[in-house]
Structures are given as structure tokens and as C-alpha cells.
């Protein structure tokens, strides 16, 4: 009989911009404060992409090239390239598209998938499918957002909570079992009112009313989001667990998407993990919206061992959430 196909993450890469905007700077912008901001997000500061025409695809590039470099392949060999993210470089192309043609991924076709927070769980568990359909080899999955480019800086709510950055895997056959294990994604688009983008889609194109109004800048009623999100995230990864007849103590590592320091906890809390295992750098990076998870991956990497269980969760806009079971595998 053959052996089962999974879907590993072979290597992982990150980019974040360098320009740093902190909670000082902020207070000079709106009415908050550093302690403010530190205290209900866990934030102290975020990375911004700054210059003319830049979009999510200038973070995407630089971290599949160290993806490929890390691995030592070349990008004629990516068959496929799938980017999760709500800030597209424009409506189409895809990013993913412009991404293959900046690296020479020649042979890859691409698209964008659009989940906000929860986008490159989503994007994840397709690319693994696409592996463990045994008809491609090697699919770059990748989580990107400028959130620079859709936040409304005058507003104290939620201009404090986001940040630009990009993060990627690289999934390969794996005929030890490891990789992409299981995973539990769900969405709910009844959550539209409570967190969204209003203008710029078919329903609302861009005229002078919609930019007047404000309404190409995220919206978020945070109270709201905020419950939403701490059961969202915990009842799944709790769920997941159950289901793989798993417990915390057989867990390395919970990477949770970084959205709040409060969620987060919430999250640990319900699968027993104490904060040791639990990849947090929302302080230094703010909520990158769909990079946040592959981003804690690319920072911790050097601390995962082959055959250590993650579990990766998230909650995203609109709403979409998930939790995904993961082996690491070197």
C-alpha cells in the first residue's frame, strides 16, 4: 500500500519593514497613550511600508527569496504560490501573481485568498490539499497585509492595533506523517457589520461620497470582535485537540494569531498551556493581520524541533477562524 502523502512546511521566512511606529508616536497622532495601548492590546509598537507605490507584494518578495535561499531551490521549481491577504497590491491581478513574476517563479500559477486574519490558515490547509493530492511538489503559502494602507490614523480605536508585514512557508511531500495534521476552519459572514471594509468592492466602488465618508478604512466595533474572537479561537483549538484525542501537555507550542494580548491568553488558557509556549510578538509587530502567524513561525523557528505538535489558531474580520494541527517536520 502507499504511504500516505502529507503536506510539511520545509522552511519558513519573514519580512517586516523598518519603519517603526510606537505607542509615543502614536499619542502624538490621537488621544491615547503608551499605557493606554499597552495595557488592552499588549502592543508597543508596529512596522510600517512607507513610500509611493508600495504594496503588499514589496514585504512578499524579500521573504520568498530568503525562503528559497534557506532551502536551496530555485524559483522555477515553485509550482504554486497562494497569498493570503485583504490588502492586495490592486484588485487583480493577484498579488500572488505579481509576487511569481518579481521572484521568476516561471512555472507557478498563483492566486490571492481573502480570509483577513484567519487568511493564511486558509491558505495553509489548500496548499496542503494540492500536496496531498500527490500532483504538485512544492506550494509556497504565504500571509501579507499592509494595514498602513486601509487604517484611519485619526481613529484612536483602531489605528493602534495594526501593522504591515509578511510571512511564508514552503509545504513539500512528507511520507513520515509530519506536516499539516488536521485542522478546523469556519466562518460566519453574519459577523459582517461588526468588522469590515465597506467601500471599494462592487457594492460600494470608490467615488467621492465613499471617500468623504471614510469608508475604504477598516472598521471594527471592538467589544463585539473582542468576545466574538476569545470564543471563536479557544472553542476551536479546544475542539481540535479533542478531536485528535490530544491535550495541552502534548502541545509544544499554541501559535495564535496575534490580535490582542487578552485573546491570546484566553486562547492558552482553555488548552492548558502556560505563556512559555506561547508564541507572542504582538508587542513588537502589532496585528499583521494574515502574517502574524507564519511571522511568530519565522521567529521561532530555531527553537522547533522535528516532531514538535503546534497548534496554530485564528480569528479573523467579517468573521473566519480556524485552528490547525501541525507536526513539525525538521
Not at 137 to 148: L, T
Not at 154 to 169: H, K, M, P, S, Y
Not at 190 to 219: D, F, M, Q, W
Request: proline letters at 3%.
Amino acid at each position: 500500500m502507499a504511504t500516505k502523502i502529507t503536506a510539511a512546511i520545509t522552511a519558513v521566512s519573514g519580512y517586516v519593514p523598518e519603519d517603526k511606529l510606537t505607542n509615543f508616536d502614536l499619542e502624538k497622532m490621537v488621544e491615547t497613550s503608551d499605557e493606554w495601548i499597552r495595557t488592552r492590546t499588549g502592543i508597543e509598537e508596529r512596522r510600517i511600508l512607507k513610500g509611493e507605490g508600495k504594496g503588499t507584494s514589496e514585504m512578499v518578495v524579500p521573504a520568498v527569496l530568503d525562503l528559497l535561499k534557506k532551502r536551496g531551490i530555485g524559483p522555477e521549481e515553485i509550482e504554486c504560490i497562494i497569498v493570503a491577504t485583504v490588502t492586495p497590491d490592486m484588485v487583480f491581478p493577484a498579488t500572488a501573481n505579481l509576487v511569481a513574476d518579481k521572484v521568476g517563479a516561471v512555472n507557478a500559477f498563483g492566486y490571492d485568498i481573502s480570509a483577513a486574519c484567519s487568511g493564511f490558515l486558509f491558505a495553509l490547509v489548500q496548499g496542503a490539499s494540492f500536496i496531498e493530492s500527490g500532483r504538485y511538489k512544492k506550494v509556497v503559502v504565504v500571509g501579507a497585509d499592509k494595514m498602513s494602507s486601509i487604517v484611519d490614523y485619526t481613529d484612536r480605536t483602531t489605528c493602534i492595533i495594526f501593522g504591515d508585514g509578511a510571512g511564508a512557508v514552503l509545504l513539500e511531500p512528507n511520507e513520515e506523517g509530519l506536516g499539516v495534521k488536521d485542522s478546523i476552519l469556519k466562518s460566519d459572514g453574519s459577523g459582517c457589520n461588526y468588522l469590515r471594509l465597506k467601500a471599494g468592492g462592487s457594492a460600494y466602488p470608490a467615488s467621492i461620497e465613499t471617500v468623504t465618508n471614510r469608508e475604504h478604512y477598516v472598521y471594527q466595533e471592538g467589544k463585539t470582535v473582542f468576545k466574538f474572537a476569545v470564543k471563536g479561537m479557544a472553542d476551536v483549538s479546544a475542539d481540535l485537540l479533542e478531536r485528535n484525542g490530544l491535550t495541552g501537555n502534548d502541545i509544544a507550542w499554541l501559535v495564535p494569531h496575534q490580535a490582542n494580548l487578552r485573546i491570546i491568553d484566553a486562547t492558552a488558557e482553555r488548552i492548558g498551556l502556560p505563556r512559555e509556549k506561547v508564541m507572542i510578538n504582538i508587542q513588537k509587530y502589532g496585528n499583521t493581520t494574515a502574517a502574524t502567524i507564519p511571522l511568530c513561525l519565522w521567529e521561532w523557528e530555531k527553537q522547533l524541533k522535528k516532531g514538535d505538535k503546534l497548534v496554530l489558531a485564528a480569528f479573523g474580520g467579517g468573521f473566519t477562524w480556524g485552528a490547525t494541527l501541525v507536526e513539525w517536520a525538521y
